[in-house]
């Protein structure tokens, strides 16, 4: 296996893992969660769920390590192409 089909590999799992980690942190557990208009029942369930509250902190946790992982990858793949415009995206 080459080195890019290597590093599009872990691109691809990369990605995927910050869509399941960023779908569960952003949509599952706060429509359980939060309440709208309502901060001391959002607290009282963030208090009764706190273990569900602690998945999707690492939800999101796992999507910013991924991102910036992705990041690194991307500019490894785009390199031989263009190296500023690899720079320049792994910055954005």
């Known amino acids: 296996m080459t080195p890019v089909q290597t590093y599009a590999r872990i691109a ?3 990605l995927l893992i910050s869509f399941i980690g960023g779908m569960f942190g952003e949509l599952i557990v706060p429509s359980t969660i939060i309440v709208p208009g ?4 959002t607290a009282n369930r ?18 910013a390590v991924c991102d910036v992982a992705l990041a690194l990858v991307f500019y490894v793949l785009l ?3 263009h190296r500023n415009l690899a720079l320049f995206a792994a910055f954005l």
């Open 12 to 14: 691809g799992i990369l």
């Open 38 to 41: 309502n901060a001391a029942d």
């Open 46 to 63: 963030i208090l009764a769920h706190d273990t569900l509250f602690r998945f999707g902190f690492a939800g999101y946790l796992s999507e």
């Open 79 to 81: 390199r031989p192409v």
